[in-house]
């Protein structure tokens, strides 16, 4: 049977699909800026293995260097795809740290409901 479990999905997409859900709950239930911030980086990675994976096959060949084989050869477009949104995660990263250290500096709180309350008291003031 091989690798193969549940309506031909394999062990590896099960377990991304885990990660992604994992991810998607801790960004909807956490209040703490930082663990956001993670699960958000969990939430992207997931996205780019579950598309990664979708396009692998055994024997497939890369599609740069070696015998050119067109029919067994793999689609670079996903791959550079992948390879665009990790870049542009890790810049979202960044700009989220950005933030956070902002916001904690401002506030002295990683904690999303305590920051909002006091903006909005800050704002109120004025």
Do not use: C
Request: hydrophobic share 55%; no cysteine.
């Amino acid at each position: 049977m091989g690798i193969t479990d549940i309506m031909g999905i394999e062990t590896i997409e099960i377990l991304i699909i885990a990660m992604f859900f994992i991810g998607f709950y801790g960004v909807i239930t956490t209040t703490n800026i930082v663990k956001s911030i993670v699960f958000i980086i969990i939430l992207e990675t997931a996205v780019i293995m579950f598309f990664l994976s979708i396009g692998y096959h055994v024997g497939i060949l890369p599609p740069i260097g070696g015998e050119p084989d067109i029919y067994n050869m793999a689609d670079p477009l996903p791959q550079a795809l992948m390879i665009t949104a990790v870049v542009i995660g890790l810049t979202g990263t960044a700009v989220n740290i950005i933030v956070f250290i902002t916001l904690f500096r401002k506030h002295g709180t990683a904690n999303w409901e305590v920051a909002a309350r006091k903006n909005k008291e800050e704002f109120a003031d004025e």
